[in-house]
């Protein structure tokens, strides 16, 4: 059956929302690289909106059932590159984490995030009406535990981070009981322990010590997040003004187009500014998740779900880092950080979101 | 197509806006946190990212210049840069050491060396690579400031010292605050690495010559770079200060005594006003103004002839017959020596024990002497008496009043005390009863007694001056800024100003007798100076008993007589009066032609002011007025052009001019070999030096005496 797509339910207003929010990031971006060797990034990282601005058109088009015909395929695709990459990707700065085509290197654990989101919405929908049994739950922190594992192995942390809250969605959403729920909390507890042990590397241990005592170190790894405090807490309530951080212009915060980049808009725009970029992701989120309570049917609601949840976990990590309530993990601010992986799998997400919209009134 | 879309499921709505209200409460949580950094906090953070980005580069103070008394230029500043690295400021560190050890003109091994001690400390704080650099290492970090960013430079104001360890014990040097000096509330303006006065002036008056440091706010960025400047401190240099020294008497007595060990002192002893101050050897305290190098520091503390101790004021040794001079005001004025007469056969008998006369030696004798023939020709056996008939309370007491056994209170530091034997002396220390046998080595200043060069020539030129003493100093007291008066008056305690009355008559006996002793009729008529009235007495003091000289095979330097004299000019109510000391010098007559140069040397020097015929400074250098070679042509004009002009031959930047006293390092001492006689320090009691003084009291007592 073809469906009608018509651009009058195209959401207008959630793009209104992200393009201002993607304004205010090369804003940023052009100010935190003025002074350094990565000057221009600004531009770079209009090109990568251009472009994923276009790709999110794209994706706006295709009906979301055929993704979800698919994404077993897309699924089993995502284990074989995230396989290549350990194998035979690229080394930087001591992880294996991209694949390079001809002159295209990818992150595979970037897109790998939306297939996740298609596949655990696909699941989770054919379980529709049932309660979870432990086999269900079991399945599904399988199917999200491999390439997370994977990514792990990489190492990266952060991004094998995200793939949890598209798990703990799922399973929300899918109707868990409150008593598996409860048993899975408490069994999440006592894993940490192992975890502790055997998985986290030093590095990434040293990361999270260094959060809860960052004065002990402050020429090592609880540098960054003292740097961060001071770039935030010294803007004040008004800001220091675009290009004249001190921490941010004077390199003494640590990326501060990346990962830090809200730390150097804290400290350029003030208590102000940062309380006005909450505001736009809040009424992003509000936006998305109005979108998927109007979705056609339960797959559609699943895929928009993840998505936010996706983006509410990656901004609760990453603005908690840089105000010093989560530990360093090395998560992107979505629609904020520098980098072309995040902003096209943000856009592709959000043209997914699209033509949910748009088939909403199928029915 | 029968799979996923065809469920008509719906979540419920609940869900769905529990999710909405979680999302808001994650985005109150970030907001509140923002609260309390950006508005709560936002004052301390503010001082956080200021203390971040503005570094106080310290502009260190130069310390105050010294001058001598005509105003002559002493102690200078340079202008000196030191090179520093920061390992943390470095990419690679490894890598560059190369390249920094070609700029710097260092080994890479020495280099390495220098990091590997250094290894221990925080990765940020600065490690000195190398002092005084050249303005061509200066340029080479300016230019690879990119490339190595590790390396940091620190300007700063050098000690700049007369050249050859010129009055160095008077100047003293500068070097870093020690740790327990900062414990002491003197210090208390002093940071761990600052420079201090460790000796001599330097030491004394630190607090007067001492500049106060300034800085530069200086906004940086992360690695160090300089962005821009806020603001600076100013520095506010130290006071220069002007010493009583005279150039022109400073540098007869350092020719005078030349390559020998021991001191020279030359006073004014109207006012106490210090002329001349020598030790030697002496040592370069411009080694100290850069960090001392161990092999360096080795040498000065082992060498057995002592060249970081001032004599002048530390070494306490007996005084030998120069003593005969305190003695016989004693006997004066006790009203014992008018009537005494002796006749001396070459020695006397005392308390069942022989006492030889040092004339003995000559197989001569003294014949019938009384107190001036005594004083002139310092008959042993003359004083062996008077000793008896006076006692040691009485001796000791006049001993005491001019000053022996106590500090004078010159103002420098570390002054000893030196020892005047008594009976409550020996008990106090020895809880011995005194032996009358003692009371007769002390009346030719052996035995125990022990006094500095400072205190005899105090208490001689005291008695010359009818009995006025002055406290000798080296800095004129209205050269010291009011602030700091009341801070010095109880600086350097001692015996002061004091008033010792001596009758007329008796003043004039000793001070011809002393006249005496620089004719053909005295012990020192070598020393003669024509047509200035030159009067003193000489000292040959024992350093070991003769038992032990003949067993060591007596031909060894180290065992010779300590050789003393102690001049003043004129005879009564003397203008200068000078020490002189020579350590071994054997024989007391050749310490006074050494003492006679300095007396000239101020004579000429008044003679000629008086009849206008050259200003002190002009054409002078401090290497003598007989300097080799017009400064003009010296080898580096260009430098010597920026000291003044009467010293350009003080420094070591004024190369080629000649050292001082040629052959100063040659003197031959052994390894092991120790200086007898002396005590460097005052030593705690114990048996072996208890037997030591035994063995030199026997050997006073049977041995020859001293003249």
């Known amino acids: 059956m073809r469906r009608l797509i018509s651009f009058r339910d195209f959401d207008w207003v959630l793009l209104g929302f992200v393009l201002l929010l993607s304004v205010v990031s090369v804003l940023e971006i052009y100010s935190a690289t003025l002074h350094t060797k990565f000057i221009h990034f600004d531009q770079k990282q209009i090109l990568w909106l251009l472009g994923s601005l276009v790709c999110m058109f794209a994706f706006s088009f295709i009906d979301y059932h055929l993704l979800l015909d698919v994404a077993h395929w897309a699924y089993g695709f995502c284990i074989v590159a995230l396989l290549a990459v350990l194998l035979a990707g690229q080394r930087v700065l001591g992880a294996r984490r991209w694949i390079r085509l001809g002159s295209i290197h990818f992150q595979p654990s970037e897109w790998v995030k939306l297939v996740l989101i298609v596949a655990v919405a696909r699941y989770f929908s054919h379980l529709a009406g049932r309660n979870l049994g432990w086999g269900d739950i079991f399945k599904a922190m399988a199917m999200v535990g491999v390439p997370m594992l994977l990514v792990l192995k990489q190492p990266d942390l952060g991004t094998a981070l995200t793939y949890v809250p598209i798990l703990l969605c799922g399973l929300f959403l899918g109707g868990i009981s409150f008593k598996k729920a409860a048993i899975l909390v408490l069994a999440g507890g006592l894993a940490i322990i192992p975890v502790w042990h055997k998985v986290l590397k030093p590095y990434q241990k040293q990361r999270l010590v260094s959060f809860l005592q960052p004065d002990n170190d402050p020429r090592g790894s609880g540098y960054q997040i003292r740097q961060s405090l001071i770039a935030v807490g010294s803007g004040g309530i008004w800001g220091k003004g675009a290009t004249k951080g001190t921490q941010t212009q004077g390199d003494f915060l640590p990326i501060p187009y990346t990962d830090f980049i809200f730390a150097a808009f804290g400290e350029e725009h003030g208590f102000v500014g940062a309380a006005l970029v909450l505001l736009l992701y809040f009424l992003i989120l509000m936006r998305l998740i109005q979108n998927a309570q109007t979705a056609a049917d339960l797959p559609g609601t699943l895929i928009i779900m993840g998505v936010v949840a996706v983006l ?21 601010l979505p629609l904020m950080s520098y980098g072309g992986s995040s902003v096209l799998f943000t856009f592709l997400a959000l043209g997914i979101v699209m033509n949910i919209r748009m088939g909403r009134f199928v029915n | 197509m029968a799979s996923s879309h065809h469920s008509d499921e719906k979540i419920p709505a609940i869900k769905l806006t529990a999710v909405q209200y979680l999302v808001a409460l ?501 020393a003669h100076l024509n047509g200035i009235d030159f009067a003193g007495k000489t000292g040959t003091a024992q350093t070991v008993s003769n038992e032990y000289k003949k067993n060591a095979g007596g031909g060894s330097v180290k065992l010779r007589d300590n050789a003393w004299f102690v001049g003043v000019s004129p005879r009564r109510n003397p203008e200068i009066a000078v020490v002189v000391l020579w350590e071994n010098g054997a024989e007391g007559y050749l310490s006074a032609r050494l003492a006679a140069q300095v007396i000239e040397a101020y004579v000429d020097k008044q003679r000629r002011m008086d009849n206008n015929l050259h200003l002190p400074t002009e054409n002078r250098t401090a290497n003598g007025a007989a300097s080799s070679a017009p400064i003009a042509t010296r080898a580096q004009p260009e430098k010597s052009a920026q000291k003044p002009l009467e010293m350009a031959g003080l420094w070591n930047a004024a190369a080629g001019s000649p050292s001082l006293y040629p052959g100063a390092h040659e003197i031959p001492y052994g390894p092991g070999t120790v200086l007898r006689g002396a005590r460097f320090p005052l030593p705690a009691f114990d048996a072996s030096s208890m037997r030591q003084r035994k063995t030199r009291r026997k050997a006073a007592a049977s041995g020859s005496g001293m003249r």
Not at chain 2, 291 to 305: C, E, F, G, Q, S
């Open chain 2, 26 to 526: 994650v985005l109150v949580i970030l907001l509140s946190g923002l609260w309390r950094l950006q508005v709560l906090g936002a004052q301390s953070y503010r001082a956080l990212a200021q203390a971040n980005r503005v570094r106080k580069v310290p502009i260190l103070g130069a310390r105050g210049k010294i001058y001598d008394r005509d105003g002559r230029l002493i102690v200078d500043n340079y202008p000196s840069v030191t090179c520093f690295l920061v390992p943390e400021q470095a990419h690679d560190l490894k890598a560059d050491l190369p390249l920094i050890a070609r700029g710097l003109h260092l080994d890479v091994e020495q280099l390495q060396n220098t990091l590997y001690h250094f290894r221990h400390q925080p990765k940020y704080q600065p490690i000195p690579l190398k002092e005084d650099i050249t303005p061509d290492e200066l340029a080479f970090i300016a230019a690879h400031g990119n490339e190595l960013p590790e390396l940091e430079t620190i300007d700063e104001q050098r000690r700049l010292y007369p050249s050859n360890g010129f009055a160095a014990h008077l100047i003293g040097y500068v070097g870093e605050v020690s740790e327990e000096m900062l414990d002491d509330p003197r210090y208390a303006f002093y940071q761990p690495g600052d420079m201090v006065g460790r000796s001599g002036i330097e030491e004394a008056y630190d607090p007067i010559l001492r500049g106060q440091d300034g800085s530069r706010d200086v906004i940086v960025d992360s690695h160090g770079r300089e962005l821009g400047v806020l603001g600076t401190e100013p520095t506010v240099p130290g006071t220069p200060l002007k010493l009583t020294i005279d150039l022109d008497v400073q540098e007869a007595a350092e020719k005078a005594l030349g390559p020998r060990s021991g001191a020279i002192v030359a006073i004014d002893p109207r006012t106490g006003e210090v002329l001349a101050m020598v030790s030697h050897p002496t040592f370069d305290p411009n080694d100290f103004a850069t960090r001392i190098h161990r092999d360096a520091w080795n040498k000065l503390i082992t060498d057995p002839d002592h060249p970081l101790l001032n004599k002048a004021i530390q070494a306490q040794l007996a005084p030998g017959s120069t003593f005969k001079i305190i003695e016989a005001i004693a006997g004066l004025q006790e009203g014992i020596a008018q009537a005494l007469t002796v006749d001396c056969h070459g020695g006397a008998t005392f308390y069942g024990r022989y006492f030889k006369c040092w004339i003995s030696a000559r197989h001569q004798s003294h014949g019938i002497t009384d107190i001036s023939k005594g004083i002139y020709q310092s008959c042993d056996v003359y004083f062996y008496t008077l000793a008896e008939k006076l006692g040691i309370g009485k001796i000791a007491e006049w001993a005491h009043k001019f000053g022996l056994g106590e500090k004078t209170g010159i103002d420098l530091p570390n002054e000893a005390a030196g020892i005047m034997p008594s009976e409550d002396w020996k008990m106090r220390n020895y809880h011995q009863k005194w032996f009358a046998g003692e009371t007769i080595s002390v009346g030719i200043g052996q035995g125990a007694t022990a006094v500095t060069p400072i205190q005899l020539v105090r208490a001689i030129a005291g008695i010359a001056s009818g009995g006025v003493l002055k406290r000798p100093h080296v800095v004129f007291p209205d050269e010291i800024p009011p602030a700091y008066r009341e801070y010095y008056k109880e600086q350097f305690p001692g015996s002061g100003d004091k008033i010792v009355p001596i009758d007329p008559a008796n003043w004039e006996i000793v001070t011809d007798a002393m006249a005496q002793v620089t004719t053909f009729a005295g012990t020192a008529g070598f």
């Open chain 1, 312 to 332: 509410i976990f990656q901004i609760a990590v990453n603005v908690g880092m840089v105000i010093g309530l989560m530990p360093v993990t090395g998560i992107p």
